[in-house]
């Protein structure tokens, strides 16, 4: 099931338009859609106008209806009453048009009948091949090609053109970026489809991944429709070379009710949907001004891996905050070279700081060159992947000397030097780095946040492997009746036939076969009750460990049927599993596999035991597993020091343990299986092996 | 050791004033001194001149010393450079004068001759009373009296007078705060004292506590430099009812060295600054624009505790988002009355969002009156206790319109209405939300992070006890030489003799005595080694447990004389300890004490092992405890839920660990302890007891 995508271009830039519901009122949805095209457009393609109504609009002939314009539209705009659009639709499908935008509201998110017009639309898309754009939406702005297919009143000032794709659901936050152009940030097309009954959010990050003219697409989503579909998008996007950075709503409850009563998206778990976008090389965003910031610096400069961070101010204490949230977000200052130490000695006065973080003291203001030559020293240092350059306030001819500073070092270096103008008094110098495309930041915490994330992104790129393919292009999710539940016995028989290491087992079904499997296995044994009506073994007396002997192996075999009878009289027991015990000493960890409904299915790695429950530290990770995901998912949980060795213990057999978790994903694919617990999994110290105690899976049917 | 804080009445509105170093040329440090006094100000009382090569400036007679002024001034303005000064302010306290601004750099900031300067400074303030403001500062603004006795040349748009008092130690952000106005945040004073050789910090915001013009106290802080003064100070700010936001640099390793090196002050913990603030009910903060957030909002209201919070917008993604975020920030949204819903639903759309978080939807901003209605709805409902009012974009005169509703809503209602300006464009809206005071903020996660903290305070004021009374106002730290350890053994006969409920134990010096004593405790039994020389007993085999009978005491005494003859074959044993057992079952925690070079003696609580070791999960107070400390220190752990019955487990007697918590306070205060460890601390389930299973004790030695 790999994704085929539409090819957008006639959408995003028709040869030839029709606008059914044309008027000439500038306070309607058609007049403005009419005015957008025809005024504040660079259109040259043919313009129909249809109206049932009206033989001209503002001078130009206006027909009755599609079925009668002389030739095929590329793209029909809808702007009439909703009670028209499905008729006027399917006029535009019968006539062959290609793409349909309807601004119209008054669908889904009026009620069900509503939604059922809605399917109606999809249903005419999927048949006719003519895709559907909205409805409930402000349209399309093609700024690079200054094209407005929108009501918008506020594209006239969408003027900037520039590198950022634009693909939102809600129409009012994408308008919150769009006007970051005020700020600098240049945007060169926005979709943002509303309802999204055809075209959705992932086939305008597809579009946008092969658009020669965006260099960084900026995603706001509410719900991922089609995870699959969201996967194939993003992975074209990295293969382009383009980062994807995405705000995703609905982190808390309130945001996940939120969201659905908004655009009746699912929202999905906030948990699955960081992991995937971490694994997919998506940058994640909190906040909107965080997609702005984070998307313009990837925009300026391509990070590498571990890129280091200098900071230079000519404020100490501002110099002091910032280097102190760098720290604290986990970046890492930049040692500089000692020549660049000596430079600056050289430039700048005696109480200055030399070292990173730089502070210039306010003295060097008054002097261009110092200025120009201290920041430039910064730049030139090897060590050096970025700078933050915080301006305190804004002080007149200073700070203006100070920005055009930053605007002429930045010229000739790639280092890019990111301004963060954290006063609410604006301007020359403020306007002189916006005007340098260097689009300031507003705080000093956003901008250190931006940075995290730029550094992030570097590092992902750094260690992808580019052929690694989520299983959820692959696969769908079967239904319910084609599922199969294996207990501990078949799970640890399927587990060791794929070569998995357990510890010797066998089912007993008889007190004397008890103690014979017990002696090809070697004492200490443990002896476990095997019965498909009792879960919790260990609860209803099911469980006895290190039996020594043949004459503690008899006894348990009593023991467990007295305890099990006691506590479940209605079950059956198929026997007692007879099993070799770990070695002393260990942790208990454990993995898990389950399937989520946006990206399919997920492993999930963690220490077990009470505490880690409490403190929720697991890594998980989309299937199937790189060995790189193996590698930093033992390494993200944050109990791994007790792997490491904290506090004098072993260290633990950490090369084992994602030797086994990479076993585990082919195990998954190999064996179609679809949930899966491993729980605990024991992991030895270095020279002993990782052991899953118990098991329990889930698989197809089919499959056998 | 009750602080006296100096009156600091004539340092910020001075019946006379003498600039040294007065100029009238507008590039010095004395001529911009001058002219902010003489044309920026509203200065009324006696100026006087002084400059050794002048008579007469700017047309202004001009002494040639202080010593010769016809009469003693209230303030002398120190603008000359850094050689004379210290001449300057010693002719300045031998005329008597009350405070010296000393405006000039180039002392501590420049190395250690600077620094010997400075205590030459601060000596002669403590000899003659004369106290010294700076040096290496931009001055003080006293910006609701008109008074600038600054050479800062921003003075003259430092205009908008207001409710917050602004303590800095450096300028550059101090600077970004004023400029906040901007905004509409209005500022009375700013205190700004550079290297403070004497008046620090805390003094400002001593006197800001007092001052009837200031509600809201900001402080920007380095270091302390004197924990117990500024325990005083914002004691003292909250007695007179008025918050004190913070915002203190030093959270990480970069931070600490950056902040040493521009101020020399010392960061202290950050872990502890933070547990005190919070005890103190200063509100912390992470970067510049929270400060400003935070403090404006907390001077626009007074939070109750547990204040709900509404959101109210026309885009519904933007709700979405807001509703989102408030759910991440662990607050709560309020929940309408029906009579509000059903006066929503009146009112807006049927498509519109009636609940919490209210989606008007952008077609009502056609319509004023249902905006108005609609806002007013949700601020009438009981269950509000803030409305954030979060603006996507800039709409123009819809946008307008709805700003203008908010400023009129809000003026007949005292639920504060909080807007958020999220775009980049500008427009009268935000001119109008500015004009009428309410400071818009900039981001949807920095204006939750405001209100979380605004809610915070509400909290803390409805659960603090006014009459607690930190240590450190009492004790002075004593020196190492004056202090001795206690052991196991004299320890826990310390803590039993305070009334602290310990397991049985007795010292046994013979086999014969350790079976004896063992069978008065009654069997199981604990034998321990005691040696001064011995730290980790159960590493040196010094440690035995469960021993049943008499047989196995006696066995022990062996063994264990044995393995610490082996392990530690110098080691003086003074014997053995016999103690009883704790119950099985039970949760391990731990206690302990130490000393902050800040804030005196600190109660550290956690849970015990090593996972909460890995995720530093321990809550902490400055001593002593109140019971309202006991009760949240024991369920701020994350892992409290352990304690409380996760996972089916029993629930922990956790009214008698808050009791003990608080006997441990009274202990280390009546005993005069330096530093106590109880680790482990036993912790039964309901019905059981705690129990410290181990003591070590510090103490001061004069208290025997």
Known sequence: MSYSFPDLARLVKPTSVVIVGASDRRDSIGGRAFYNLTEESDFEGALWLVNPGRSEVAGRPCARSVAVLPDVPDLAIIAIPAAGVLGA???????????????????????????????????????????IYGPNCPGLSNINDRLGFTFSPAFKLDLLKGPLGVATQGGGLGRTILQAMERGVGVGLWCSAGNEVDLEISDFIHHMAGASDIRVIVALIEGIRDGAKFVGAVRRAAEMGKPVVALKVGKSDYGIKATMSHTAAIAGSAE??????????????????????????LARATPQALEKVAVYCSSGGTAALTADMVGSAGLVLAEFEPATTARLAQLLPPFAAFDNPVDTTAEVLADMTVIDRSLQAVADDANVGLILHPFPMEYGAATTQAAQSVVRVQAASSVPIVP????????????????????????????????????????????????????????????????????EVDAKALLAASGIHLLPFELADSRESARRIAERIGYPVVAKVVSAEIIHKSDAGGVLIGLADAQAVEGAWNAIQASVQAAAPDAHIDGILIEGMAPAGGVETLIGVHRDPVFGLVLTFGLGGIYVEVFKDVSRRILPLTKTDAREMIREVRCFAILDGARGRPKANVAALEALLL????????????????NPLWVGAEGQPVIPLDAVIVRRKETR
């Open 272 to 297: 699955i949907n960081s992991a995937a976008f971490r694994q997919l090389g998506v940058v994640e965003v909190d906040d909107v001004d965080e997609l702005i910031d984070t998307a313009w610096l």
């Open 420 to 487: 963060i103008w954290i006063s609410d008094r604006s301007g020359d110098g403020l306007s002189a780095l916006i005007e340098a495309g260097m689009a300031p930041l507003r705080s000093v915490g956003k901008s250190v946040k931006a940075v995290a994330r730029w550094c992030g992104y570097g590092n992902w790129l750094a260690r992808r492997d580019p052929a690694w393919r989520p299983m959820i292009l692959d696969q769908t999710a079967p239904d319910d009746t084609n599922l199969e539940v294996l207990g």
């Open 663 to 678: 076993s585990v994903s082919d195990f998954v694919v190999a064996q179609q299986i679809e949930e899966m617990d491993l």
């Open 89 to 131: 639709l399917k006029d535009c499908a019968a006539r062959g048009v290609a793409f349909a935008i309807v601004l119209s509201s008054g669908f889904g998110e009026m009620g069900e009948a509503g939604k059922g017009i809605e399917a109606e639309m999809r249903a005419l898309a999927a048949a006719t091949g003519m895709r």
